[in-house]
């Protein structure tokens, strides 16, 4: 595969990612890698690869891709490329929590001076050099990098940097148990996606709804929580972000746990992983999700005591009986009993809950 054949297929793997096919997408950049007799398009191909593995969350294949790029960022013997390699390198340390290896990845980018593209990349490697001495609780110097990425984003014009900043401050803030700014900066992220964010990845507007709802949680604003963290959720689920979907869990938890309400905590992190294994065709661990999601089901009498099937499970029409016990409306409407079919109760007529 030649110069200009790899072009347009790195293209042609650009369009399907954005037409959110991701999986023809990487199939055309894997076939591109395979064939392509390109350094230079090869290099390009693998920037393609790492960030679509970042976006869906497989961290391992993310960091084997900037593992190759390294080597042919050598081959091409081209600083800028190398120091685009090293920050890959770096990102990827920083997603597996090798917060060390992305340190010392990121000095030594930062060392690698007098080119155009490193100049560019400064804001980027601040960041990562931040979260990772976040990840470390070195919590001063995070902030020096988290400042120095923001000034680098706000010099540049770069909106899309100054969002992924805003979110890992939003996450700075909540460590630090200061609420307030932990809200402020993650809103700061999502304001920037709605008024630059159209040609985005979905990406940004899913972490930034995330720490939105971790912040909202903390205030004890449970409702905005919940709605933010559906957001996440749900475009999580459709790009299948796994280390997101796993964040969205354990905040639907915390939120229900806020709530005192843990039956019903578990009911819907049950659901949810029964959505997610569904998807994965993961048959075993769909079997466990299905059988503890109808044990809760059993233990809070969450079911229709007419047709046996669960309630909550998704949106229908509901009517309760003055005994309190509810039940699907269509069931009521086709049974015509006079009587609640759970206690016998007699009920001269419906309740208005």
Known sequence: MGQDQTKQQIEKGLHLYQSNQTEKALRVWMRVLEKSADPAGRFRVLSCLITAHAEMGRYKDMLKFAVVQIDTARELEDPDF???????????????????????????????????????????????????????????????????ALRYAHN???????????????????????????????????????????????????????HMAVAYRKLGRLADAMDCCEESMKIALQHGDRPLQALCLLCFADIHRSRRDVQLGLLKLHCLCERIY???????????????FHECVEEMEL?????????????????????SHFFHLKCLQTNGTRGCPNCRRLSVKPGYV
């Open 278 to 292: 569904r998807t994965k065709e993961q048959h075993q661990e769909l079997r466990d999700h299905v059988v503890k």
């Open 303 to 323: 079911y229709c005591g007419m047709c046996g099937e669960s309630i909550g499970e998704k949106n229908n029409q509901l009517q309760a009986l003055p005994c």
């Open 156 to 210: 540049n014009d770069d909106k899309m940097l100054e969002c992924r900043v805003c979110c890992s401050l939003g996450n700075f803030y909540t460590q630090i148990k200061d609420y307030e700014k932990a809200l402020f900066f993650p809103c700061k992220a999502a304001e920037l996606v709605n008024d630059y964010g159209k040609g985005w990845s979905l990406k940004y507007r899913a972490m930034s709804q995330y």
């Open 82 to 148: 190398l120091t685009e390699s090293y920050l890959n390198l770096a990102r990827s340390n920083e997603k597996l929590c090798e917060f060390q290896k992305t340190i010392s990845y990121c000095k030594t980018c930062l060392n690698m001076q007098g080119t155009t593209v490193s100049l560019q990349l400064n804001g980027q490697v601040s960041l990562s050099m931040g979260n990772a001495f976040l990840g470390l609780s070195i919590f001063q110097k995070a902030l020096e990098c988290f400042e120095k």
